[in-house]
């Protein structure tokens, strides 16, 4: 599915100033089946972003256009990983995991278990599929909740840095497992992250934000070929022209 | 080993000294005649005796039954109310002047209506129990739907939940450790109100039996139905603070 952010303001009002202008002017068109990465400093809005384009938030002014439809509220087809753990507490990680399954009515029971054995499986926590959240670490949340998300086929997936958690060399397994889902089911995916090699290694494009309003300052098509190396020449020439853009914004 | 054992006896260590004391000033120094003060004796005396004629199982279990019925009836109206009018802002608004202006108006003050309405026995004293329970239930209900983790209800809404979904499957949940802890109130406040509805306006349970006792010059008998309306409420306690452990949400 593709998402169109057309001319989007949003302001927060806020107790010191009245208002608090935090996106400005934002026009972006993501295609379909493409991995766009936002990247900017903190506080820049690239939260703020990724909730209108979910429907969690309305825009002060502009649209944004999901699949051709106005999006007005959140739904099951653009499902959020957030910044913060979102597991549900009560539920074991089986059961977060099928959620999502369970409110699109998606297959019959038997289906969806064994669908959300096979994922956890593939990435090591199947041993875990009857502990609860708070039995886990950090970086195993947030794996579930990616799972969560990705079991229920949703065609647009919007990550906020879900990876920050995690230690470098898991950071780098999740990657390449999220390229890999990515490649199997054609997502549309939307990826918050500050750190520039991140970007460099997921996204077809990076849009990188400006602050103090954040307006979209460049964009970048990231033309290496997958599987990209991190020690290759075109792969540590990009990341450090695009450390050069965020460095002349300070 | 040993600091296991100290620490199981630390609690007993001053209900022997306070129970030593007592029976010091009443049966060792006699100060007092065994009316304004009974002597431990005189309670064992009396405990014997409203045991073998089943008088305290009876009052008790009567007790129980309108603690337990006044607080059942609580939770039926408090815990769904209390979860829309947490949900639900405008119908909070349209409430809350209301429930700010009945809240604080002690149980007992509403006896003199649950006699009239009701008459004597069981139904008024339900009624005083009910209106002693409903608002902590309810406030706690509220409050609990309000402290909802956003980012799990934003989940689920973008794992595809309905509203109807998100009330049921996240915000009950959430809620249930508050509305535990409203009941854990609720039942310390409905012990109270039975007592003194048994006082005015009753012919059985435990507080009728003390005032009868107490009429009838048996003191003692006083201070069993006090120590048993104590151990019933430390019972309730330990029940309450299990339930409150085994939930770690
Ligand atoms: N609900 C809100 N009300 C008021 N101000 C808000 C709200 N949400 C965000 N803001 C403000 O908007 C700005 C951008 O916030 P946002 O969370 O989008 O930043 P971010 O780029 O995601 O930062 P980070 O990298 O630290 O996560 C901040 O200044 C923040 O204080
Ligand atoms: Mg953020």
Redesign the pocket.
Same mark, same amino acid.
């Given at each position: 599915m593709s998402i169109e952010v057309k001319n989007i303001n949003k302001t927060?009002k $806020?107790k010191k100033t009245d208002q608090?202008s935090?996106l400005e002017n934002i026009n972006l068109t993501i295609n379909d089946g493409e991995l766009i990465c936002l990247l &900017?400093p $903190? &506080?820049? &809005?690239? #939260? #703020?972003l990724l909730r209108l384009i979910a429907g969690l938030e309305q825009p002060t002014s502009g649209e944004i256009v999901a699949n051709g439809e106005v999006v007005k509220k959140p739904s099951g087809d653009r499902a959020v990983i957030f910044?913060q753990y979102s597991l549900f507490p009560w539920l074991t990680v089986l059961q977060n995991v099928t959620f999502g399954l369970e409110m699109t009515k998606k297959g019959s029971k038997a289906e969806n278990i064994a669908a959300a054995e096979r994922y956890l499986t593939s990435v090591g926590l199947i041993d875990f599929k009857d502990s609860y959240p708070h039995e886990l670490s950090g970086g195993m949340k947030q794996r579930v909740a990616i799972i969560r998300s990705l079991l229920n086929h949703s065609p647009i997936l919007l990550m906020d840095e879900p990876f920050s958690a995690v230690d470098m060399q898991n950071r780098h397994s999740l990657q390449e497992q999220l390229i890999g889902v990515w490649k199997r089911f054609e997502n549309t995916i939307v990826f918050v992250t500050?750190d520039v090699d991140e970007a460099v290694y997921l996204a077809d494009k990076i849009v990188i934000l400006d602050k103090n309003p954040g307006r979209i300052a460049k964009i970048v098509e990231v033309d290496i070929e997958r599987p990209r190396k991190r020690e290759s020449p075109e792969f540590i020439a990009l990341q450090e022209s695009i450390v050069q853009q965020l460095n002349m914004e300070d | 080993m040993l600091e296991n054992y100290k620490n199981k006896f630390i609690p007993l260590i001053l209900p022997i000294v306070l129970i030593l004391i007592w029976h010091g000033i009443t049966d060792g120094l006699e100060l007092f005649s065994s009316y304004i003060l009974p002597s431990p004796m005189d309670v064992v005396n009396s405990a014997w005796v409203v045991i073998e004629n089943g008088k305290l199982l009876t009052n008790t279990i009567d007790t129980l039954y309108k603690v337990f019925a006044g607080l059942i009836c609580a939770s039926i109206v408090a815990i769904p109310a209390g979860i829309l009018l947490g949900w639900y802002k405008t119908l909070e608004d349209l409430c809350t002047f209301v429930i700010s202006v009945l809240r604080p108006i002690p149980p007992v003050a509403w006896i003199p209506f649950s006699i009239l309405w009701f008459g004597i026995g069981t139904f008024p004293a339900v009624f005083i129990i009910f209106m002693g329970c409903v608002f902590p239930i309810l406030v706690y209900t509220i409050d609990g739907v309000k402290r909802t983790d956003k980012v799990l209800v934003e989940s689920a809404q973008t794992l595809g939940a309905n509203d109807w979904n998100v009330l049921k499957r996240v915000v009950v949940p959430s809620t249930v450790p508050y509305i535990v802890s409203g009941l854990k109130v609720g039942i310390g406040i409905a012990l109270m109100c039975t007592i003194s509805a048994e006082m005015i306006g009753s012919s059985s349970g435990l507080g009728y039996m003390i005032l009868t006792a107490t009429n009838l010059f048996d003191t003692g008998t006083t201070v069993v139905g006090m120590i048993v309306i104590g151990l019933i409420g430390l019972a309730f306690d330990f029940v309450f603070s299990r339930a409150q452990d085994k939930i770690f949400w």
């Open positions: 927060f $806020s608090l935090v &900017g $903190s &506080g820049c &809005g690239k #939260t #703020t910044q500050h | -």
